[in-house]
């Protein structure tokens, strides 16, 4: 067979492999939609979409005595009371949230249905769109289809992009955003033609209307284009492509400034403060998604995990630049300082070794934290690898953009107190700067080593290592919710287990934990009772009435008032392991006459 024949039936293999992997992509996007926890912020987007805002659900339910399972669910369905207007009115009274894709869901469900499925799949076939965003993106940056076909892959087996592809949520619109104003963007400064300038223009808007973060990363594509050696012919368009996009948007501008302490009191929890080493934690979390959702054991400590894929990190790059500066040392120094080296060598094996034996970690945690050193040090050097080898204004755009987001928020994480930068969600900039690099990376060595068999079968092995890994960490969230995306909501399934087994439960909430009462209300049977008090002698009229009273995640002030009332106890009933300090994991407590 001719060399040419080889190359075809290479190309047609690439070509297969490519298509069965784009499949289970899709697969994993559209599989157990029903199955995943329904958790708060999907029940606030049910909420809004059906018509009803926060303090209408909370007034509503005080005004009524006991509700049962499907007046809850009645706040999460499409009712002929509530049309579109209600919609967008609900709308106007979060306006943290942009409203497009709530529209758009609203929409999409009185055409097919209300049901969870419906409402997830909308999530589900917006996120196909970031397929062809991306290919479309990585072709206006670097002009090479191999690498447009490798991102392509990667991001269609990421674990973090399949999870949120099943959210209802407007996480997948808003990356399918971010893709088309940056190709849209490239395609304008390398065209210059105004129909360029207006797909830019249109995506912009697209991104403003789908998420306020897109503020930023239209910023960031600001100061990109400042760097641009072109700059001056390109000033005048941008600025007024991005003027137009702006008063297209005042509309939702206005209902912002009008309403600004509502949207303050709306991201309060933004601004509670966080640990520094947890949220060191959750960055490097936020890159490991992009490849792998690596198992931890349940009894695992997180920052331990964290100090042990930081030393594995740091003790794994000076073992290699030690090795690799061994052959240009060893015909230049003494045998006794080869000796010395040796030794340093292995004394430093030794201790590295016996820091992670003192963090105590189990066999699963300890080859999941391998496996993200693995990933660490790969995104390092292609990011590395992108700045040194990619022309200039291939890597500042692909900086530029993974700065977009991290920077911003840690600034005022770090001047005003908060947690904006520690939310995986929020960083979506972020995670599709590295997944870039990292495609341009393997892209770039396999064309160059396809003529050296060795070191095309390494960097074939590392290419199906990280698409390995993505589809196992797709398949194992396939019956699960994982925690960064679940959350507080993570433990529905085994609270809704200890109050099924009642034959007469009484679930009691307040206010602060309705939507979380909301959430649980759909794996609960239609026995299960439901009443919001305010007060805590409110419970004494049900005492006779029903056994257990079970309460969600009872405030510290309703525990205090409790605990003096000599009639009554509270006892906790079920509690979740922190995986973090300060984090807000649903509680059950029972409350007992004494």
């Known amino acids: 067979m001719s060399s040419f024949q080889n190359q075809n039936w290479s190309k047609l293999l690439v070509t ?5 992997i784009l499949s289970l992509g899709v697969f994993f996007r559209f599989a157990n939609l029903d199955h995943k926890v329904f958790w708060i912020d999907e029940v606030a987007t049910a909420v809004r979409v059906s018509g009803y805002s926060i303090p209408e659900v909370v007034e509503d339910l005080q005004q009524q005595d006991l509700v049962t399972r499907s007046d809850l669910l009645t706040y999460q369905q499409l009712t002929p009371q509530r049309n579109l207007g209600h919609t967008w009115q609900a709308l106007t009274s979060s306006p943290e949230h942009a409203p497009l894709y709530f529209l758009l869901t609203r ?4 055409f097919w249905g209300d049901s969870i499925t419906t409402m997830r799949s909308l ?17 206006e940056l670097f002009a090479q289809a191999l690498v447009s076909w490798l991102g392509v892959v990667l991001i269609s087996v990421s674990p973090f992009y399949a999870a949120y592809a099943q959210e209802a949520r407007p996480y997948s619109l808003w990356t399918v955003a971010i893709l088309l104003m940056g190709a849209s963007l490239l395609r304008a400064f390398r065209l210059g033609r105004s129909q360029d300038w207006v797909w830019y ?3 912009l808007i697209l991104g403003l209307y789908t998420s306020l973060l897109s503020v930023f990363v239209a910023a960031f594509q600001g100061f990109y284009l400042l760097l641009l050696p072109n700059r001056r012919k390109l000033l005048k368009p941008y600025f007024l492509t991005s003027a137009i996009a702006l008063l297209c948007f005042s509309p939702w501008l206005w209902v912002i400034f009008s309403k600004l302490q509502t949207l303050q009191d709306n991201t309060s929890w933004l601004r509670t403060s966080m640990d520094l080493v947890v949220m060191f934690a959750t960055w490097i979390g936020t890159v490991l998604l992009i490849f792998g959702d690596l198992p931890l054991s349940p009894e695992a400590d997180l920052v331990q995990v964290v100090i042990a894929i930081v030393a594995t990190l740091l003790f794994s790059i000076l ?39 003192q963090l105590d970690l189990d066999l699963v945690t300890l ?31 692909v900086i530029s953009l993974l700065l977009s987001l991290p920077v911003p928020l840690l600034v005022n994480d770090l001047v005003f107190g908060g947690q904006s930068s520690s939310s995986p969600r929020y960083l979506i900039p972020y995670q599709l700067g590295i997944l870039i690099a990292a495609a341009y990376t393997l892209g770039y060595y396999f064309p160059q080593h396809w003529q050296d068999l060795k070191q095309a079968k390494v960097w074939t092995l590392i290419t199906m290592f990280f698409i390995g890994l993505g589809i196992f960490s797709c398949q194992r969230n396939l019956q699960i919710s994982p925690i960064y995306l679940k959350s507080r909501n993570v433990d529905n399934p085994a609270i809704a287990k200890i ?18 009462t909301l959430s649980l209300s759909h794996l609960l049977r239609s026995q299960v009772k439901f009443k919001l008090i ?38 906790p009933v079920f509690q979740a392991k922190l995986i973090t300090p300060g984090q807000f994991t649903l509680e059950l407590w029972k409350v007992e006459q004494q």
């Open 123 to 139: 999530s589900a076939y917006l996120s196909l769109l970031i397929f062809p965003s991306l290919y479309w993106l990585l072709t």
């Open 107 to 110: 929409l999409w469900l009185d």
């Open 16 to 20: 297969f492999i490519a298509i069965a």
């Open 534 to 571: 305010e007060n805590y002698l409110e419970i004494k009229e049900h005492l006779d009435s029903f056994e257990p009273i079970y309460i969600v995640s009872p405030s510290p002030t309703f525990k205090t008032e409790l605990a003096q009332d000599q009639q009554l106890n509270l006892q």
């Open 319 to 357: 073992l290699c630049g030690l090795v690799s500066r061994w052959q240009s040392w060893r015909n230049a120094v003494s045998r006794v300082l080869k000796y010395l080296l040796a030794t340093g060598l292995t004394l430093v094996l030794v201790v590295g070794l016996h820091l992670i034996k």
């Open 499 to 516: 109050i099924n087994q009642q034959s007469q439960p009484l679930v009691l909430f307040e206010p602060i934990s309705a939507f979380d």
């Open 367 to 397: 080859i999941g934290a391998l496996i993200a050193v693995i990933i660490l040090g790969f995104a390092g050097y292609a990011l590395f690898f992108l700045v040194k080898n990619s022309q200039r204004s291939q890597s500042l755009f």
């Open 201 to 203: 223009g249109l995506s």
